[in-house]
């Protein structure tokens, strides 16, 4: 399996350097490094520490967004609640991490070179906090693709997708994202099972900006320490000529 791909900021940004998606083709991820300054992220890591109150909750404490992502609302049954509270959790984000979505959006428009659009409806741009000490710390996250979000339509044809995870606040130790060697198949339809297929674990670094097709499975891995794994997701979906975003 290739190793990712690693730019800095000023590379994502030079239009006369291969672009995200060209060397993507060719590898499982692509790494920009200090996306984000330490600065900007430790201020965003206080202001979502300091919104605990407007914290969701999922699967019973093992995770929090500040913000709701769609997937963990579809898989607890609560798509009705995601969607009343779509505009609310964009307030909640803007609140405490203010100028954050906004940010993603636009390093959304540099990894694709073109307009992103925020998903009408849906909320934008969202902070996963993963805590010290529990599940996903203990045992890692659950081995996955990221084609949730996508409608069928867009699933079967296996129409463009991304996904972009901002790393405000790593653990202490681990926490790496592993990247396997497999690709959603819309025909096989691939269950989310890595075994004996190639792989590799990145290590996130404070500001980088981990780009990857989100058809290909991946799983956080355990991690040590006792700080939470806290960081910015972002979806990107390919709809009609354009691409739209979400979480
Ligand atoms: O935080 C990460 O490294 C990836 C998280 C993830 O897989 C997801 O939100 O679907
Ligand atoms: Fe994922």
Redesign the pocket.
């Known amino acids: 399996m290739r190793d990712v791909e690693v730019l800095s900021l000023p590379q994502l940004l030079d239009s006369t350097q291969a672009s995200v998606t060209t060397l993507l083709a060719a590898c499982p991820a692509v790494r920009i490094e200090a996306a984000m300054d330490e600065g900007a992220c430790a201020r965003y890591v206080k202001g979502v520490q300091d919104g605990r109150g407007c914290w969701v909750e999922d699967f019973d404490g093992e995770q929090f967004t500040l913000g709701r ?1 769609w ?1 963990t609302h579809l898989e607890q049954g609560r798509t009705a609640e995601y969607f009343r509270c779509a505009a609310e959790s964009d307030l909640n984000v803007e609140r405490h991490a203010p100028g954050l979505q906004s940010r993603m959006i636009e390093l959304a428009a540099a990894v694709v070179r073109g307009r992103v659009e925020p998903r009408r409806g849906w909320c934008g741009a969202a902070v ?1 906090v993963f805590p010290a000490g529990k599940e996903v710390s203990n045992a890692g ?1 659950v081995v ?1 693709f ?1 084609h949730e979000g996508l409608t069928p339509a867009q699933r079967s044809s296996r129409s463009p997708a991304l ?1 972009l ?1 901002l790393m405000l606040q790593p653990p202490v130790r681990g926490g790496g ?1 592993r990247l396997w060697d497999a690709l959603w198949d819309p025909k096989q339809g691939t269950e989310e099972c890595g075994d004996g297929k190639d792989s590799l674990t990145l290590e ?1 670094a404070v500001g980088d900006l ?1 780009v990857f097709d989100s058809y290909r499975l ?3 891995q355990p991690f040590e320490g006792d700080q939470d ?1 806290i ?1 910015a ?1 972002l979806h990107l979906g390919w709809a009609a000529g354009r691409w739209e975003a979400w979480f």
């Open positions: 992502a997937y996963h996250g996955h990221d996904s995870v994202l996130y981990l991946h799983q956080i794994r960081s997701s």
